[in-house]
């Protein structure tokens, strides 16, 4: 694993500042992102940072949490909870959701630098349907269709295309 997100003892202010302030002292800004988060439905401030860098510098200002997340460096971003006692719960694939998705669940990460909202799923994230489903036969004809039309006639018009696929997928 590549990435840590944990969160640190004391979540006070001061606790918070204390931290940041020994991570700038090992010369680490910009490589320390802050996150707040909510685990098992007690949110709290958390911090992304590489692994080489949360053992050397951080682990002590986390020696009180019930575990850690270990995220992959690749793009499925992997995601494993590591307990104090050793053992190891694979949770899934970290997968970017809106903040109304993400507030649903008990368990979730907001990273502000980025403006993006995590929650942990299941399986591969690539092939987890879409909120709304996958496209039907119907809409996959659809899509054919206009394609086909396309190649036939490649003057058609842009906005003859677009009013064709909004009444389709967006009626009203």
């Given at each position: 694993m590549k990435y840590i997100i944990a969160a640190i003892d004391d979540?006070?202010?001061?606790?918070?500042?204390?931290?940041?302030?020994?991570m700038t002292?090992?010369?680490?800004?910009?490589?320390?992102?802050?996150c707040v988060g909510s685990y098992n439905g007690k949110?709290?401030?958390?911090?992304?940072?590489?692994?080489?860098?949360?053992?050397?510098?951080?682990l002590p200002f986390c020696s009180g949490q019930e575990s850690i997340l270990k995220i992959s460096e690749c793009n499925k971003q992997?995601?494993?909870?590591?307990?104090r006692?050793?053992?190891?719960?694979?949770?899934?694939?970290?997968?970017?959701?809106?903040?109304?998705?993400?507030?649903?669940?008990?368990?979730?990460?907001?990273?502000?630098?980025?403006?993006?909202?995590w929650i942990a799923v299941n399986g591969n994230p690539d092939t987890i349907p879409p909120k709304d489903g996958w496209l039907s036969d119907g809409d996959k004809e659809l899509i054919q269709e206009v394609l086909q039309e396309l190649n036939r006639s490649p003057f058609m018009s842009?906005?003859?295309v677009t009013k064709r696929l909004r009444d389709r997928f967006f009626p009203n």
């Open positions: 979540q006070s202010p001061l606790g918070v500042n204390q931290f940041m302030g020994h002292g090992q010369k680490l800004v910009g490589s320390v992102f802050p949110q709290e401030w958390s911090f992304l940072m590489d692994q080489r860098d949360f053992l050397e510098h951080a992997y995601a494993t909870l590591a307990f006692d050793g053992t190891e719960k694979g949770i899934g694939s970290l997968k970017s959701v809106s903040q109304e998705e993400a507030l649903k669940h008990a368990s979730w990460t907001y990273r502000p630098d980025l403006k993006l909202f842009a906005a003859a």
